[in-house]
């Protein structure tokens, strides 16, 4: 685990908001069903002043009205991006100008190696069944 940690280590820095890559994580692991990360994320997106509503709503994000254009395009490219093997062609053509649309090439990368370390965890904790409801914010530094 220290590896993917480290690895998860590269989006520091990066000028994508905090609550947008927390937003990614949370779906991501909604969609994995990764109870840990799910708890994980919401409590630290929380702590990152996201609000109630939008945590509720982001599994539902296509219709909900309170996310901005460039979050839609994060949280479509996480779904594609973790949804490889049921669309079978990975992310479109389409979901990928969209987010560089609205994110340089270093926020694209950084979104990208989220994706793909959110993808890491989720499935390392649904091995291991780790279990939801204790995290704290903050609680990995």
Known sequence: MKHIVAAGKAVEGSTVPTTTLEL????TSQINGCGFC??????DAAHAGETPTRLNLVATWR?????TEAERAALELAEQGTRIADAAGGVT???WANAAKHYD????????S?????NAFN???VIVRQPAGDYQPGQFG
């Open 123 to 125: 499935r390392a904790n």
């Open 63 to 67: 219709e909900a009205t309170v996310y």
């Open 105 to 112: 090439e270093d926020q694209l990368a950084a979104l990208v």
């Open 38 to 43: 799910v708890d994980m994320h919401t409590k």
């Open 114 to 118: 989220t994706i793909a370390v959110m």
């Open 93 to 95: 053509d389409d979901a």
């Open 24 to 27: 990614v994580a949370l779906r």
